[in-house]
């Protein structure tokens, strides 16, 4: 855990004394000094801005405790403490050792805030090494980052760097006229397949593998209940069959972080009914637009609310839904089209579980919006454990789209725009049944390449995540080269399950 700064890590005693204008810490050859008025929201996101204009990225680590704190009071005093050893994301069984490092970090945070057992919120993870706690006072984040048992500290109630997107970035609910030129029709009933489908030859990979056997789960903004074909009695339309959808919810909307409101499974966004429709809409006999594993069994999670992760809720509805999807068998297929600038302890901790368990998990390399613009790729496609994915157009030579991230970290791209700014994204299924509209960014390209992964997983139902992960490289342009905005590049879904 980072220090108050670089010289008090050196020092080993420290003393709290208190002033009637500042807290100080004294040590035997320094005296830090730490106001007592907190920054202004301002000048906390003035001090992000820099930092991520500087070097792409921005650790509440790497901030002393008097900008935590001030951030902290102007997010409802939460603050999200992993704990443990370095590295020691989660815990299956009991941990005698990590029960007591946390139960020890409890009580210092008690005797520090000096309160009551019957006022005093937290709030435990089960599985990951994480507990969100109230903190209100400086002392206790001096103290908590001196700890050896504090693996990071970050005041996840702090939404104010983007609260102009709250609740409307990527969605959209309304239906829209699709042209004709934008896609092709199949059996049966004139099914109708996007046009970026062909650019990767997926129709073609159909003769091989329909995504039959194999489970993707989706964490979004949930899947819409006016939906009919990504709803149970619809799921297996046309020439679709044998398959389930499941939607779980783990998003609360409520405006105190202690709520257990929990916001139900359905979408009130679009996103991820559109997410879900690339991935596995049925082969209808509706006229309505295909699913790359139209034969996939989904499981689609209400984990935020929008595409930002800038809530506290989200991040941990997003925590919540990966370790529990981290937990079923049949899940092997993980699709993320959500992200952040920067990287979210608890989030990074489920991703590393979900990963533990074989997952193979795709994240969106970032779509713009008027606040991610001018970034490369977001968190948590900057993981190690994701595969991280944009979009590009349909030219002769590789260009990302009007609004896709690019950049070192992506592992793969999906033609998914015209070039030179022509009107054209693929088609999904709607928010409401018999609607169609059309989808675009890293998001898209996200899902599409999740469903590829499904068709060869289903195709080669023995394979670990490595053997399909490099069945995907292989199948890549670039291969065995990696580009270094593109990854190994555009796939070719037919030669990936041949």
Known sequence: MKKINSLVMLLLVITIVSCSKDAVIQTPSEVVQFSETPLTIDQINQEITESLDDSGDFDWNKQDAHFLWSALGHGQNVLTIGYGNEGQSFSEAFDRELEEKKNNLLALIKDQEEVSKEDFKFRADEILTVFDVEVTKIETVIALMESDYVRYLEPNGYNQYTVEQKSSSGCDTEGASISAAHYSTISPNNAQVSWHFD???????????????????????????????????????????????????????????WSSNYDGEHDKCGH??????????????????????????????RATEDVLLNDYHERKGVSEALTQLGDRSDVKIISMSIGYVWSIGNVEDAVEYAYSKGKLIFAAGGTSTSFTNGYGVIFPATMDETIAVTGVTDGSSYARCDVCHS??????????????????????????????????????????TAGIAALIWSKYPSWSRTQVLNRLKESAEFYPSKNGSFGYGNIDALEAVQ
């Open 407 to 448: 950049g070192s970290k992506i592992d793969f791209t999906i033609i998914m725009e015209g070039d030179n700014d022509t009107s054209k994204a693929p088609p999904v299924l709607g928010f409401n049944n018999g609607e169609r509209r059309y989808t675009g960014g890293s998001s898209v390209a996200t899902a599409t």
């Open 272 to 301: 991820g009914t559109a997410m879900g429709s690339t991935m596995a809409s049925p082969r209808n006999d509706n006229g309505m637009p295909v699913g790359v594993a139209y034969n996939a069994n989904l499981v689609a999670y």
């Open 199 to 257: 650019e990767h030859n997926i129709p073609q990979a159909w003769n091989q593998s329909t995504g039959s056997g194999v489970t993707i789960g989706l964490i979004d903004t949930g899947v819409s209940k006016s939906q009919l074909l990504l709803n149970s009695s619809g799921i297996n339309d046309g020439y679709s069959s044998g398959r389930t959808v499941e939607k779980f919810g783990t998003f609360i909307d409520s405006n105190w972080w």
